[in-house]
């Protein structure tokens, strides 16, 4: 089993940063894929970034150039830095992870995790 705790989320103007933490702990011994969702109001879940198995990483088209997925393995966090945030960012923002990572950036983006945090409110205003 494996738990993720999300952080960092807050109010910010457009234009703001902010960034966001998923500590990963339980079963993680097996090298896993990590990734950020976000789902605002009335809205599906869309895939944001995903690192793979190999430190790979891979972006939704909608939000390259703004934010930046990385990963500390000795800390078995994920980050989240959001810049030059915009209203259309609000959202609930989740983290998902596979271990081990039977999924790929792809297939990630689209959702494929087995364990899921309880997300943390971001919004842009």
């Known amino acids: 089993d494996v738990q993720l705790v999300e952080s960092g989320g807050g109010s910010v103007q457009a234009g703001g940063s902010l960034r966001l933490s998923c500590v990963a702990s339980?079963?993680?011994?097996?090298?896993?894929?990590m990734g950020w969702f976000r789902q605002a109001p009335g809205k599906e879940r869309e895939g944001v970034a995903v690192?793979?198995?190999?430190?790979?990483?891979g972006y939704a088209d909608s939000v390259q150039g703004r934010l930046t997925a990385s990963k500390d393995n000795a800390k078995m966090t994920l980050y989240l830095q959001m810049n030059s945030l915009k209203p259309e960012d609000t959202a609930m923002y989740y983290c998902?992870?596979?271990?081990?990572?039977?999924?790929?950036?792809?297939?990630?983006?689209?959702?494929?995790?087995?364990?899921w945090g309880q997300g943390t409110q971001v919004t842009v205003s």
């Open positions: 339980g079963y993680t011994y097996d090298k896993g894929c």
């Open positions: 998902g992870a596979d271990f081990p990572c039977l999924t790929s950036i792809a297939y990630g983006l689209a959702g494929n995790f087995r364990s």
């Open positions: 690192i793979d198995a190999l430190d790979r990483i």
